[in-house]
């Protein structure tokens, strides 16, 4: 199975900070169509988990834009430009790329 | 708006069986694939499978392949998983969710006798 692994395990930031999130994977997620299938989603506390960035980078559209992904192959970054307090929460990368699909362990990113 | 609305938590006792549900709103369910995901207390994400609602064709992950079931009924745009022989480690969260996009609220589901 490929392996997810995410740094920092948490972040604790001040508003308006920038936070940055790592995941790397044990193999490339570059997939046979020539996409990356690399996710990232946000769960807040008590909730279940809200969509952020599909295929490394592309954001959906209610996400708002100071959030930002970027990477290739084994390595990806989630960037937030100025955290906001409702950005709290955990953030896992999920790969789709490869079967069975896997996710991050997560980065609890906590207000300060 | 897109809504995928899980059925309630569950308790039951080793060794039984669960069914839970998934019903989708707002899109046209055949055109998604609905995967399942189990999250253990204070843990990670782990990926169950899916289920191509249109033809019906399922991906399981290995270590889910004895214990998952995946199926849906199109009239009524349900996905359903049914969890079979329970032990103390599937007491856990359960999601669905619409291709990568939209998730369902979960469902708790307890094993304890």
């Known amino acids: 199975d490929v392996v997810m692994t995410q740094t920092p395990v948490s972040l604790s930031l001040a508003i308006g900070q920038p936070a940055s999130i790592s995941c790397k994977s044990s193999q490339s997620l570059l997939g046979t169509s020539g996409k990356t299938f690399l996710n990232w989603i946000l769960q807040r506390p008590g909730q279940s988990p809200k969509r952020l960035i599909y295929?490394?980078?592309k954001l959906y559209s209610e996400v708002p834009d100071r959030f930002s992904g970027s990477g290739s192959e084994t390595e990806f970054t989630l960037k937030i430009s100025r955290v906001e307090a409702e950005d709290l929460g955990v953030y896992y990368c999920w790969q789709g790329t490869h079967f069975p699909h896997t996710f991050g362990s997560g980065t609890k990113l906590e207000i300060k | 708006q897109v809504k995928l609305l899980q059925s309630g938590a569950a308790l039951v006792k080793p060794g039984d069986s669960v069914k839970m549900s998934c019903k989708a709103s707002?899109?046209?369910?055949?055109?998604?694939?609905i995967h399942w995901v189990k999250q253990s207390h204070g843990k990670s994400l782990e990926w169950i499978g899916y289920i191509n609602p249109y033809s019906g064709g399922t991906n399981y992950n290995e270590k889910f392949k004895s214990k998952a079931t995946l199926t849906v009924d199109k009239s009524s745009s349900t996905a359903y998983m049914e969890f079979s022989r329970l032990t103390s480690e599937d007491s856990a969260i359960y999601y669905c969710?619409?291709?990568?996009?939209?998730w369902g609220q979960g469902v708790m589901v307890t094993v304890s006798s």
């Open positions: 707002g899109y046209t369910f055949t055109d998604y694939i």
């Open positions: 295929q490394v980078s």
């Open positions: 969710a619409r291709a990568a996009q939209d």
